[in-house]
Protein backbone atom coordinates (compact mmCIF):
# COMPACT_ATOMS: atom_id res chain seq x y z
CA UNK A 1 0.00 0.00 0.00
CA UNK A 2 1.37 3.56 -1.06
CA UNK A 3 0.99 5.88 1.75
CA UNK A 4 1.54 9.70 1.37
CA UNK A 5 1.29 12.12 4.59
CA UNK A 6 1.09 15.61 4.38
CA UNK A 7 1.36 17.86 7.50
CA UNK A 8 2.06 21.50 8.63
CA UNK A 9 -0.81 23.09 6.67
CA UNK A 10 -1.53 26.47 7.67
CA UNK A 11 -5.18 26.34 5.67
CA UNK A 12 -6.87 23.35 4.36
CA UNK A 13 -9.48 24.33 2.24
CA UNK A 14 -12.42 21.56 2.90
CA UNK A 15 -16.09 21.34 0.63
CA UNK A 16 -18.45 18.87 2.51
CA UNK A 17 -21.10 16.92 0.81
CA UNK A 18 -23.90 19.50 1.53
CA UNK A 19 -21.36 22.52 -0.41
CA UNK A 20 -20.31 23.48 2.41
CA UNK A 21 -17.29 25.06 2.94
CA UNK A 22 -14.38 24.69 5.49
CA UNK A 23 -11.29 26.12 6.39
CA UNK A 24 -9.44 23.80 8.52
CA UNK A 25 -6.01 25.33 10.11
CA UNK A 26 -3.16 23.78 11.42
CA UNK A 27 -4.13 20.63 9.25
CA UNK A 28 -3.03 17.04 7.78
CA UNK A 29 -4.44 14.33 5.81
CA UNK A 30 -3.08 10.66 4.86
CA UNK A 31 -3.23 9.56 1.00
CA UNK A 32 -3.41 5.61 0.33
CA UNK A 33 -3.38 4.11 -3.07
CA UNK A 34 -4.28 7.58 -4.62
CA UNK A 35 -7.36 8.63 -2.26
CA UNK A 36 -7.91 10.73 1.17
CA UNK A 37 -7.92 8.30 4.07
CA UNK A 38 -7.69 10.68 6.95
CA UNK A 39 -8.01 14.43 6.97
CA UNK A 40 -7.54 16.19 10.29
CA UNK A 41 -5.13 18.28 12.92
CA UNK A 42 -1.61 18.04 12.35
CA UNK A 43 -1.22 17.53 15.88
CA UNK A 44 -2.99 14.34 15.67
CA UNK A 45 -1.33 12.60 13.04
CA UNK A 46 0.35 9.61 14.72
CA UNK A 47 2.69 8.74 11.71
CA UNK A 48 5.64 10.33 10.11
CA UNK A 49 5.20 13.59 7.54
CA UNK A 50 6.29 12.60 4.05
CA UNK A 51 5.33 16.32 2.87
CA UNK A 52 5.98 19.06 5.25
CA UNK A 53 3.92 22.35 3.51
CA UNK A 54 5.69 24.85 6.26
CA UNK A 55 2.72 26.58 6.65
CA UNK A 56 1.60 27.27 3.34
CA UNK A 57 -2.20 26.36 2.21
CA UNK A 58 -3.56 22.86 0.37
CA UNK A 59 -6.61 23.30 -2.17
CA UNK A 60 -8.17 20.80 -4.43
CA UNK A 61 -7.00 20.57 -7.88
CA UNK A 62 -8.77 22.64 -10.48
CA UNK A 63 -11.22 20.96 -12.41
CA UNK A 64 -11.66 22.87 -15.62
CA UNK A 65 -15.11 21.82 -17.03
CA UNK A 66 -15.41 24.03 -20.20
CA UNK A 67 -12.66 24.21 -22.59
CA UNK A 68 -12.10 24.22 -26.35
CA UNK A 69 -8.44 22.75 -26.85
CA UNK A 70 -8.27 21.29 -29.92
CA UNK A 71 -7.45 23.81 -32.77
CA UNK A 72 -4.81 25.17 -34.59
CA UNK A 73 -3.49 29.19 -35.07
CA UNK A 74 -4.52 31.95 -33.07
CA UNK A 75 -6.97 34.79 -34.01
CA UNK A 76 -4.70 38.08 -32.28
CA UNK A 77 -5.71 39.75 -34.78
CA UNK A 78 -9.68 39.49 -33.71
CA UNK A 79 -8.30 40.15 -30.13
CA UNK A 80 -6.53 43.50 -31.57
CA UNK A 81 -9.94 44.81 -32.92
CA UNK A 82 -12.00 44.11 -30.19
CA UNK A 83 -9.13 46.44 -28.02
CA UNK A 84 -10.25 48.97 -30.85
CA UNK A 85 -13.63 48.81 -30.08
CA UNK A 86 -14.97 46.21 -32.29
CA UNK A 87 -17.68 43.75 -30.97
CA UNK A 88 -17.79 40.02 -30.29
CA UNK A 89 -19.34 38.16 -32.45
CA UNK A 90 -19.69 34.03 -32.83
CA UNK A 91 -18.72 34.03 -36.37
CA UNK A 92 -14.55 34.35 -36.26
CA UNK A 93 -14.97 31.05 -35.18
CA UNK A 94 -14.19 30.23 -39.05
CA UNK A 95 -11.00 31.28 -39.06
CA UNK A 96 -10.42 28.94 -36.45
CA UNK A 97 -11.89 26.04 -38.66
CA UNK A 98 -9.90 26.91 -41.53
CA UNK A 99 -6.60 26.94 -39.36
CA UNK A 100 -7.53 23.10 -37.89
CA UNK A 101 -8.82 21.72 -40.65
CA UNK A 102 -5.66 22.86 -42.62
CA UNK A 103 -3.34 21.25 -39.56
CA UNK A 104 -1.66 17.33 -39.30
CA UNK A 105 -3.24 14.86 -36.72
CA UNK A 106 0.59 15.03 -35.53
CA UNK A 107 0.18 18.92 -35.44
CA UNK A 108 -2.83 19.37 -33.56
CA UNK A 109 -2.11 16.71 -30.71
CA UNK A 110 1.31 18.81 -30.20
CA UNK A 111 -0.65 21.80 -29.84
CA UNK A 112 -2.86 20.21 -27.32
CA UNK A 113 -0.85 18.22 -25.24
CA UNK A 114 1.77 21.89 -25.02
CA UNK A 115 -1.78 23.33 -23.84
CA UNK A 116 -2.96 20.79 -21.44
CA UNK A 117 0.72 20.53 -19.80
CA UNK A 118 0.48 24.69 -19.62
CA UNK A 119 -3.27 23.77 -17.73
CA UNK A 120 -1.22 21.18 -15.21
CA UNK A 121 1.33 24.38 -14.53
CA UNK A 122 -2.05 26.48 -13.82
CA UNK A 123 -3.36 23.73 -10.98
CA UNK A 124 -5.93 22.31 -13.15
CA UNK A 125 -5.79 18.50 -12.67
CA UNK A 126 -8.94 17.42 -14.88
CA UNK A 127 -10.70 18.83 -17.34
CA UNK A 128 -13.37 18.72 -19.59
CA UNK A 129 -12.32 19.44 -23.90
CA UNK A 130 -14.95 20.06 -26.74
CA UNK A 131 -14.88 19.54 -30.46
CA UNK A 132 -15.85 22.68 -32.66
CA UNK A 133 -13.35 23.33 -35.00
CA UNK A 134 -14.09 20.69 -37.92
CA UNK A 135 -17.73 20.98 -38.51
CA UNK A 136 -17.50 18.42 -41.10
CA UNK A 137 -17.88 14.63 -40.26
CA UNK A 138 -14.31 13.82 -40.80
CA UNK A 139 -12.75 17.06 -39.18
CA UNK A 140 -15.00 16.55 -35.77
CA UNK A 141 -13.96 12.78 -35.59
CA UNK A 142 -10.51 14.12 -36.05
CA UNK A 143 -10.54 16.45 -33.05
CA UNK A 144 -12.68 14.41 -30.78
CA UNK A 145 -10.47 11.14 -31.35
CA UNK A 146 -7.20 13.23 -30.39
CA UNK A 147 -9.16 15.01 -27.48
CA UNK A 148 -9.46 11.49 -25.97
CA UNK A 149 -5.93 10.61 -26.06
CA UNK A 150 -5.71 12.91 -22.26
CA UNK A 151 -9.08 13.45 -21.66
CA UNK A 152 -12.04 11.61 -20.47
CA UNK A 153 -14.55 14.80 -20.77
CA UNK A 154 -14.97 14.83 -24.25
CA UNK A 155 -17.53 16.78 -25.63
CA UNK A 156 -18.81 17.28 -29.60
CA UNK A 157 -19.62 20.35 -30.31
CA UNK A 158 -20.25 20.32 -34.22
CA UNK A 159 -23.08 22.55 -33.34
CA UNK A 160 -20.60 25.40 -32.81
CA UNK A 161 -21.45 27.65 -35.78
CA UNK A 162 -23.12 26.65 -39.42
CA UNK A 163 -19.55 26.49 -41.47
CA UNK A 164 -19.11 28.60 -44.39
CA UNK A 165 -20.15 25.76 -47.16
CA UNK A 166 -23.78 25.68 -45.26
CA UNK A 167 -24.83 28.98 -44.80
CA UNK A 168 -27.04 28.71 -47.60
CA UNK A 169 -28.63 24.90 -46.66
CA UNK A 170 -28.47 25.23 -42.42
CA UNK A 171 -31.41 22.87 -42.45
CA UNK A 172 -28.65 20.56 -44.30
CA UNK A 173 -25.93 21.16 -41.28
CA UNK A 174 -28.20 19.84 -39.16
CA UNK A 175 -29.38 17.12 -40.04
CA UNK A 176 -25.43 16.26 -40.60
CA UNK A 177 -24.77 16.71 -37.23
CA UNK A 178 -28.09 14.97 -36.13
CA UNK A 179 -27.39 11.95 -38.16
CA UNK A 180 -23.80 11.52 -39.42
CA UNK A 181 -21.76 13.48 -36.36
CA UNK A 182 -23.44 12.47 -33.49
CA UNK A 183 -23.79 8.54 -34.49
CA UNK A 184 -19.88 8.07 -34.98
CA UNK A 185 -19.10 10.46 -32.07
CA UNK A 186 -20.25 8.80 -29.66
CA UNK A 187 -17.17 6.77 -29.54
CA UNK A 188 -14.81 9.01 -28.05
CA UNK A 189 -17.74 11.30 -26.69
CA UNK A 190 -19.71 10.98 -24.03
CA UNK A 191 -20.55 14.76 -23.83
CA UNK A 192 -22.97 17.04 -26.31
CA UNK A 193 -23.05 20.63 -26.42
CA UNK A 194 -25.02 23.29 -28.74
CA UNK A 195 -23.83 26.74 -28.97
CA UNK A 196 -27.33 28.01 -28.53
CA UNK A 197 -27.10 31.93 -29.69
CA UNK A 198 -27.06 35.10 -31.85
CA UNK A 199 -25.34 33.74 -34.91
CA UNK A 200 -24.60 30.44 -33.80
CA UNK A 201 -27.92 27.89 -33.64
CA UNK A 202 -31.52 28.86 -33.14
CA UNK A 203 -34.04 27.40 -30.17
CA UNK A 204 -35.65 25.02 -32.64
CA UNK A 205 -32.41 23.75 -34.16
CA UNK A 206 -30.57 23.31 -30.70
CA UNK A 207 -34.09 21.27 -29.21
CA UNK A 208 -33.83 18.87 -32.28
CA UNK A 209 -29.86 18.53 -31.65
CA UNK A 210 -30.11 17.85 -27.92
CA UNK A 211 -33.30 15.09 -28.54
CA UNK A 212 -31.06 13.81 -30.93
CA UNK A 213 -28.09 13.41 -28.98
CA UNK A 214 -30.40 12.31 -26.14
CA UNK A 215 -31.93 9.18 -27.88
CA UNK A 216 -27.92 8.25 -28.36
CA UNK A 217 -27.77 8.39 -24.50
CA UNK A 218 -25.22 11.26 -24.47
CA UNK A 219 -24.92 13.81 -21.56
CA UNK A 220 -25.88 17.65 -22.44
CA UNK A 221 -24.46 20.77 -21.36
CA UNK A 222 -25.33 24.18 -23.63
CA UNK A 223 -23.89 27.10 -24.37
CA UNK A 224 -26.80 29.95 -23.74
CA UNK A 225 -27.55 33.64 -23.22
CA UNK A 226 -23.48 34.64 -23.89
CA UNK A 227 -24.62 37.21 -26.52
CA UNK A 228 -27.69 37.91 -25.58
CA UNK A 229 -30.93 37.47 -23.89
CA UNK A 230 -33.04 34.55 -24.86
CA UNK A 231 -34.60 31.11 -24.28
CA UNK A 232 -31.63 28.79 -23.92
CA UNK A 233 -31.84 28.68 -20.13
CA UNK A 234 -35.19 27.55 -20.09
CA UNK A 235 -34.40 24.93 -23.36
CA UNK A 236 -31.47 23.92 -21.55
CA UNK A 237 -33.45 22.80 -17.71
CA UNK A 238 -35.84 21.26 -20.18
CA UNK A 239 -33.61 19.09 -22.19
CA UNK A 240 -32.10 17.82 -18.90
CA UNK A 241 -28.32 19.57 -19.67
CA UNK A 242 -26.11 19.07 -16.82
CA UNK A 243 -24.64 22.36 -16.92
CA UNK A 244 -25.45 25.41 -18.94
CA UNK A 245 -22.93 27.97 -19.68
CA UNK A 246 -21.84 31.65 -20.33
CA UNK A 247 -24.98 32.96 -19.08
CA UNK A 248 -23.93 36.41 -19.41
CA UNK A 249 -27.32 37.71 -19.80
CA UNK A 250 -30.31 36.50 -17.36
CA UNK A 251 -33.78 38.09 -16.41
CA UNK A 252 -35.12 37.05 -13.18
CA UNK A 253 -37.27 34.83 -14.69
CA UNK A 254 -34.29 32.89 -15.52
CA UNK A 255 -32.47 33.03 -12.45
CA UNK A 256 -35.86 31.70 -10.53
CA UNK A 257 -36.15 28.56 -13.02
CA UNK A 258 -32.33 27.83 -12.25
CA UNK A 259 -32.87 28.26 -8.83
CA UNK A 260 -35.47 25.40 -8.85
CA UNK A 261 -33.40 22.89 -10.66
CA UNK A 262 -30.16 21.15 -9.95
CA UNK A 263 -28.48 22.53 -13.37
CA UNK A 264 -24.74 23.69 -12.82
CA UNK A 265 -24.40 27.79 -14.27
CA UNK A 266 -20.94 27.24 -15.58
CA UNK A 267 -19.82 31.18 -15.73
CA UNK A 268 -16.03 31.94 -17.64
CA UNK A 269 -15.38 35.45 -16.73
CA UNK A 270 -12.42 35.23 -18.72
CA UNK A 271 -14.83 35.54 -21.70
CA UNK A 272 -16.09 38.58 -20.92
CA UNK A 273 -12.63 40.16 -19.39
CA UNK A 274 -11.19 39.14 -23.37
CA UNK A 275 -14.15 40.46 -24.82
CA UNK A 276 -15.04 43.72 -23.18
CA UNK A 277 -18.76 42.09 -22.25
CA UNK A 278 -20.62 42.52 -19.06
CA UNK A 279 -19.96 39.92 -16.51
CA UNK A 280 -22.67 37.30 -15.47
CA UNK A 281 -24.55 38.24 -12.15
CA UNK A 282 -23.23 35.44 -9.85
CA UNK A 283 -24.13 37.32 -6.81
CA UNK A 284 -28.17 36.65 -8.30
CA UNK A 285 -27.28 33.27 -8.86
CA UNK A 286 -25.69 32.17 -5.76
CA UNK A 287 -28.08 34.62 -3.51
CA UNK A 288 -30.93 32.30 -4.98
CA UNK A 289 -29.25 29.23 -4.53
CA UNK A 290 -27.90 28.33 -7.68
CA UNK A 291 -25.32 25.61 -8.68
CA UNK A 292 -22.11 27.67 -9.92
CA UNK A 293 -19.32 26.40 -11.95
CA UNK A 294 -16.19 28.84 -12.66
CA UNK A 295 -13.90 27.25 -15.86
CA UNK A 296 -11.67 29.03 -17.95
CA UNK A 297 -13.43 28.82 -21.60
CA UNK A 298 -9.76 28.40 -23.49
CA UNK A 299 -10.26 29.12 -26.85
CA UNK A 300 -8.38 30.32 -29.34
CA UNK A 301 -11.05 33.60 -29.90
CA UNK A 302 -13.10 34.87 -26.93
CA UNK A 303 -10.79 33.62 -23.74
CA UNK A 304 -7.21 32.44 -24.50
CA UNK A 305 -6.51 31.62 -20.95
CA UNK A 306 -5.52 28.31 -19.05
CA UNK A 307 -5.26 30.13 -15.86
CA UNK A 308 -7.98 29.17 -13.38
CA UNK A 309 -6.23 31.02 -10.70
CA UNK A 310 -7.29 34.34 -13.38
CA UNK A 311 -10.93 32.73 -13.26
CA UNK A 312 -10.93 33.51 -9.37
CA UNK A 313 -9.75 36.54 -9.36
CA UNK A 314 -12.11 38.14 -11.84
CA UNK A 315 -14.96 36.31 -10.31
CA UNK A 316 -14.16 37.98 -6.70
CA UNK A 317 -13.05 41.63 -8.41
CA UNK A 318 -15.88 41.78 -10.74
CA UNK A 319 -18.50 39.12 -10.48
CA UNK A 320 -19.12 39.42 -6.50
CA UNK A 321 -17.91 35.96 -5.31
CA UNK A 322 -16.03 35.98 -2.11
CA UNK A 323 -12.55 34.06 -2.42
CA UNK A 324 -14.26 30.59 -0.86
CA UNK A 325 -17.24 30.79 -3.37
CA UNK A 326 -14.98 31.19 -6.20
CA UNK A 327 -12.93 28.59 -5.44
CA UNK A 328 -15.56 26.21 -4.67
CA UNK A 329 -17.15 26.88 -8.05
CA UNK A 330 -13.47 26.37 -9.47
CA UNK A 331 -13.06 22.78 -8.10
CA UNK A 332 -16.27 21.11 -6.26
CA UNK A 333 -18.73 22.51 -8.36
CA UNK A 334 -16.65 21.89 -11.46
CA UNK A 335 -16.61 18.32 -10.85
CA UNK A 336 -21.02 18.68 -10.67
CA UNK A 337 -20.66 20.33 -13.74
CA UNK A 338 -19.01 16.85 -15.47
CA UNK A 339 -20.81 14.88 -13.29
CA UNK A 340 -17.41 13.34 -11.05
CA UNK A 341 -17.91 12.38 -7.30
CA UNK A 342 -14.46 11.20 -7.38
CA UNK A 343 -12.63 14.66 -8.03
CA UNK A 344 -12.80 18.27 -6.98
CA UNK A 345 -12.76 18.51 -2.75
CA UNK A 346 -9.95 17.08 -0.42
CA UNK A 347 -12.43 14.18 1.09
CA UNK A 348 -12.10 10.77 2.86
CA UNK A 349 -12.08 8.38 -0.56
CA UNK A 350 -12.16 11.19 -3.56
CA UNK A 351 -8.95 11.19 -5.72
CA UNK A 352 -5.90 12.93 -3.70
CA UNK A 353 -5.71 15.57 -6.29
CA UNK A 354 -4.22 18.85 -4.88
CA UNK A 355 -2.28 21.96 -4.82
CA UNK A 356 0.28 23.19 -2.62
CA UNK A 357 0.44 27.12 -2.69
CA UNK A 358 3.18 29.32 -2.15
CA UNK A 359 0.59 31.06 0.32
CA UNK A 360 -0.90 30.42 3.91
CA UNK A 361 -4.35 31.07 2.95
CA UNK A 362 -6.43 30.46 -0.35
CA UNK A 363 -7.94 34.09 -0.41
CA UNK A 364 -4.02 35.22 -1.75
CA UNK A 365 -5.19 33.45 -5.17
CA UNK A 366 -7.31 36.60 -5.78
CA UNK A 367 -5.53 38.85 -3.28
CA UNK A 368 -2.45 38.77 -5.51
CA UNK A 369 -3.62 38.26 -8.83
CA UNK A 370 -1.05 37.46 -11.91
CA UNK A 371 1.48 35.85 -9.40
CA UNK A 372 1.72 32.14 -9.63
CA UNK A 373 1.13 30.83 -6.43
CA UNK A 374 0.85 27.10 -7.25
CA UNK A 375 4.58 25.40 -5.63
CA UNK A 376 3.42 21.79 -6.47
CA UNK A 377 0.77 19.92 -7.92
CA UNK A 378 -0.72 16.36 -7.09
CA UNK A 379 -2.59 14.07 -9.05
CA UNK A 380 -3.74 10.68 -7.19
CA UNK A 381 -1.24 11.68 -4.63
CA UNK A 382 1.74 11.50 -7.27
CA UNK A 383 3.64 14.81 -7.39
CA UNK A 384 3.80 15.47 -11.09
CA UNK A 385 5.06 19.51 -10.98
CA UNK A 386 7.04 20.90 -8.49
CA UNK A 387 8.03 24.55 -9.32
CA UNK A 388 10.86 24.40 -6.35
CA UNK A 389 8.87 27.46 -4.69
Request: net charge negative; hydrophobic share 45%; charged share 25%.
Amino acid sequence: MSQLVVGGISELFLVRESGATELLTDAAFIVENGVFAWIGKDSDLSVARTIDCKKRAVIPGFVDSHTHLIFAGDRVSEFEARMAGNPYEAGGIMSTVRATRAASDEELFDLYKKRVQEMLRNGITSFETKSGYGLSVKEELRSLKIASKLTDEVTVLAAHVVPTEYQDKRSEYVKLVMEDILPEAREYASWVDVFCDEGAFTIEETRAILKAATTMGYKKRLHANQLKAGDGVKLGIEMGCVSIEHCSHLGSEDIAVLSESDVVVTLLPIAEFSTRSAYPNARALLDAGVNVALSTDCNPGSSYSSSMSFAIALAVREMRMTPSEALKAATFMGAKALEREDIGAIALGKRADFLILDAPSHAHIAYRPGVDLIAEVFKAGELVLDKGM
